[in-house]
T-cell receptor, first 115, second 112 residues
Framework: DAMVIQNPRYQVTQFGKPVTLSCSQT?????MYWYQQKSSQAPKLLFH???????NEADTPDNFQSRRPNTSFCFLDIRSPGLGDAAMYLC??????????????FGPGTRLTVT | KNQVEQSPQSLIILEGKNCTLQ??????????LRWYKQDTGRGPVSLTI?????NTKSNGRYTATLDADTKQSSLHITASQLSDSASYIC???????????FGAGTTVTVRA
């Protein structure tokens, strides 16, 4: 089945120690997104790629970076995780917006714990 | 500013009972409205999608309605099951926009 895969599902890192989260997709979608979701809150968009074009949200901290080496894969790098970065990180993919039934397909998420 | 408001914030229902969740939005120009179910510790999963011209959409025991004139939607859960315990999120998309407008979600707890 076509899907969005995130690895690992659970990640524990130490304060200040760089960490990378991975997302892959078999949907061949142009657009990939990274969201941060804290407990009982709506997902917050961090950035997205439209093909190789990177689009950063204005309020995304510099501590968060992303790489998209090819259509299928996208990575979220947190350079120096703080305790406030502990959250669920969701990857999503979509075709280009514009269709009436435009949809983002979400992965299962990676739960990040910072100790 | 595009906004999505959901009510109630949370509710508890007994297994087998029905419930209705509400969503009001101010997203413009409207493209579609989607209800997602998010289990604890999991990513959101789409239940229904409705475009401007649709006013009812069903997916099993889930029925969503849309009133595009009043900018309101509801999600009705029929004959609830324990597995329905989750957060239900209303998400609205503006036309030709990549960004989704999320509601804060309604947490539903189904008790035996």
């Amino acid at each position: 089945d076509a899907m969005v895969i995130q690895n690992p599902r659970y990640q524990v890192t130490q304060f200040g120690k760089p960490v990378t989260l991975s997302c892959s997709q078999t949907l061949n979608h142009n657009v990939m997104y990274w969201y941060q979701q804290k407990s009982s809150q709506a997902p917050k968009l961090l950035f997205h790629y439209y093909d190789k074009d990177f689009n950063n949200e204005a309020d995304t901290p510099d501590n968060f970076q992303s790489r998209r080496p090819n259509t299928s894969f996208c990575f979220l790098d947190i350079r120096s995780p703080g305790l406030g970065d502990a959250a669920m990180y969701l990857c999503a993919t979509s075709p280009p917006p514009g269709l009436a039934d435009y949809e983002q397909y979400f992965g299962p998420g990676t739960r990040l714990t910072v100790t | 500013k595009n906004q999505v408001e959901q009510s109630p914030q949370s509710l508890i229902i007994l297994e087998g009972k029905n419930c209705t969740l509400q969503c009001n939005y101010t997203v413009s120009p409207f493209s579609n409205l989607r209800w997602y179910k998010q289990d604890t510790g999991r990513g959101p999963v789409s239940l229904t999608i409705m475009t401007f011209s649709e006013n009812t959409k069903s997916n099993g025991r889930y029925t969503a309605t849309l009133d595009a004139d009043t900018k309101q939607s509801s999600l009705h859960i029929t004959a609830s099951q324990l597995s329905d315990s989750a957060s239900y999120i209303c998400v609205v998309t503006a036309f030709n926009d990549y960004k989704l407008s999320f509601g804060a979600g309604t947490t539903v707890t189904v008790r035996a």
